[in-house]
C-alpha cells in the first residue's frame, strides 16, 4: 500500500538537517526577524515531517522544504497581517549613523533595504541570488512563470540600487558636482 | 549610446572588470554576505530536539500500530 508502515527513514531526517540552515536564512530573509523566522522553520518542520510520505527520495529536498516555509510564511500572513517590522530594532539607528566608506555598503544598510522590497521580488532574488536556486527552481517553489522570476529579480535590483543609492560609477567617482566641474573645465 | 551597451553588459556578467564598481555586483555580494551570516550561524537546539521527538514519536507509533502515518499531533511545544 503504502510507506507508512515502515520506520522513519533515517534518510529524510539527515537531509532535513542538512537543509537548515539555508531554510532558516530565507525564513529569516522573508520574515525580516529572527523569532519570527525560527516559529516558521519550526512549522515547516512539522509540516514537511506529517508530509514525509509525499516527498520522494532522491528529489531535491531543498527545493521541497523551501516551498513549504514560503507557503506556510503566505498563509500565516494572511491569518495575521504582517507586523510592523523594526527588523530586530536598530537598523534604523545605525542607518544614519554608520558613515560609508568610500565604494563600500553596510551590511545593516543593506538588510533594510531588502525589507523594503515587496515580497515577491525579495523572494526572487534571494532564492536566486543566495539560496542558490535556477530561476526555474525558484519558479516552482513561487508557483508561477520563470519569466515572472526574471523580470521579479531585475526589478528588485533596481528597487535596491535605488534605495541603497548605487546607481553606477559616478556614486564612487569624485561626487557628482565636483564630476561637473572637472567636466566642464575640460569643455573649456 | 555607450553608456547603455555598458549597463547591458554589466547586467549579464553580475561584475564588471573591475570588480567593484558595478552596483548589480555590490548588491550580489552584499545579499549573499547576509544570507551567508545566518546560515553560519548554529542550528538552534529547538530544532535538533524537535526533529528528536518526532522521530522518536514515529518510530514509536510504527512499532505500536505498525500501520498508521505520522501526523505530528500533540508534538507542538
Avoid at chain 1, 536564512?25 to 512549522?43: E, I
Wanted: glycine letters at 8%; a negative charge; charged letters at 25%.
Amino acid at each position: 500500500m503504502s510507506d507508512n508502515d515502515i520506520a522513519p527513514d533515517p534518510q529524510f531526517k539527515r537531509q532535513m538537517l542538512a537543509t537548515l540552515p539555508s531554510l532558516r536564512a530565507f525564513a529569516v530573509s522573508l520574515s525580516g526577524r529572527h523569532d519570527k523566522a525560527d516559529d516558521l522553520v519550526q512549522d515547516t518542520i512539522m509540516k514537511a515531517w506529517a508530509k514525509q510520505d509525499s516527498f520522494e527520495l532522491g528529489t531535491n529536498m531543498k527545493a521541497w522544504l523551501f516551498t513549504i516555509l514560503r507557503n506556510e510564511f503566505y498563509s500565516q500572513m494572511r491569518k495575521h497581517g504582517r507586523e510592523v517590522q523594526d527588523s530586530e530594532g536598530t537598523f534604523t539607528e545605525r542607518m544614519s549613523t554608520h558613515p560609508e566608506q568610500y565604494g563600500s555598503l553596510d551590511l545593516a544598510d543593506f538588510r533594510n533595504a531588502l525589507e523594503q522590497l515587496p515580497d515577491d521580488q525579495r523572494e526572487a532574488i534571494v532564492l536566486v541570488g543566495a539560496s542558490g536556486f535556477a530561476y526555474e527552481e525558484a519558479a516552482e517553489i513561487c508557483g508561477c512563470a520563470v519569466g515572472t522570476i526574471k523580470s521579479r529579480v531585475s526589478r528588485a535590483r533596481t528597487k535596491l540600487q535605488e534605495l541603497l543609492g548605487i546607481t553606477g560609477e559616478a556614486d564612487y567617482g569624485p561626487d557628482a558636482s565636483a564630476a561637473a566641474v572637472t567636466s566642464q573645465a575640460f569643455a573649456g | 549610446m555607450t553608456n547603455q551597451s555598458k549597463s547591458l553588459t554589466i547586467q549579464e556578467h553580475g561584475y564588471d572588470a573591475s570588480g567593484g564598481l558595478d552596483p548589480n555586483g555590490q548588491i550580489s555580494r552584499k545579499l549573499r554576505e547576509f544570507y551567508l551570516s545566518v546560515q553560519e550561524e548554529a542550528i538552534p537546539d529547538r530544532f535538533l530536539d524537535l526533529l528528536e521527538r518526532l522521530d522518536e514519536a514515529e518510530r514509536a507509533q510504527a512499532d505500536a500500530t505498525g500501520a498508521s502515518g505520522p501526523d505530528g499531533a500533540g508534538l507542538r511545544p
